[in-house]
């Protein structure tokens, strides 16, 4: 399958199993549970929206799917592995982007991006340097390729952090704002890219404020309030669960997690 310049001419894989499997995942603090119990399946190729408002819990999930916390109770699989037993094969199949993407000011596009494939163990020569340049015409970041990330925007970090993750084709993308900072353009872009990644079979949980964005580009969200998940679906099937037949996704979300909590701050 052809398709944008930077990603892998693949097909959607054969394997029929759940991408991500998530039971009873659990992150206590102290006496703070910040995630209490939640269970979550989602399928190969599908886009997840991981919703909810601050301190719901949302961050902490990612960071226990990618491994960067450890989970206090509960399991999470990751393309058929088990985080707990294999984290660095579980690993090896994802990419995540925090919301303030980690870069390495100091070195150019073109050398973090080559470093990140390093990391990974992408094999070098002539397909690996057409993949590195293929993924910086992507992101608009040819032109910038040779310039260290010190000088670049916000945006521009934020697009060399989400190409980063496509340095050694995961089946699984877990991104927190993947569209902060990023003007209408490129935020499409991202929009566009995931939708053709979903087609291919990758799969992304998305973590985001942006409701709209949510409704237009997600195929199911899960919302989280307080560390639970309190509603999971499709638009429609949330609608169902609150008999809201034409509610939009932020009425639906204000209805499941409480609403409008400030009332009267214009006397």
Excluded: W
């Amino acid at each position: 399958m052809t398709g944008a310049p930077g990603l892998a001419p693949t097909d959607p894989p054969l394997d029929h199993s759940p991408a991500v499997e998530v039971q009873g995942l659990t992150k206590r603090y102290g006496a703070f549970t910040a995630v209490d119990g939640i269970d979550l399946t989602i399928a190969r190729g599908e886009i997840m929206g991981l919703l909810g408002p601050n301190g719901a819990g949302k961050t902490t999930t990612l960071r226990m799917l990618c491994g960067l916390l450890r989970p206090t109770a509960g399991t999470a699989r990751v393309a058929g592995i088990d985080l707990g037993r294999d984290p660095r094969g579980a690993k090896a199949k994802l990419g995540y982007l925090d919301e303030e993407p980690i870069v390495y000011p100091y070195l150019t596009g073109r050398e973090f991006l080559t470093f990140v494939c390093d990391l990974y163990g992408v094999p070098g020569g002539a397909e690996r340097r057409a993949h590195v340049q293929g993924l910086l015409e992507l992101f608009e970041l040819a032109d910038k390729q040779d310039e260290t990330i010190a000088g670049y925007s916000h945006g521009m970090r934020q697009k060399i952090g989400l190409a980063s993750l496509l340095a050694h084709s995961p089946e699984l993308l877990l991104l927190d704002e993947p569209t902060n900072g990023l003007d209408p353009r490129s935020a499409r872009r991202v929009k566009d890219l995931l939708q053709e990644l979903s087609r291919r079979g990758v799969t992304t949980v998305l973590s985001t404020h942006l409701l709209e964005i949510a409704q237009a580009l997600c195929d199911r969200v899960a919302i989280m309030d307080r560390g639970r998940i309190v509603a999971v679906g499709t638009l429609e099937e949330l609608r169902q669960g609150t008999q809201q037949a034409t509610a939009s996704l932020e009425d639906l979300f204000l209805a499941l997690t409480g609403g409008p909590e400030a009332p009267g701050l214009i006397p």
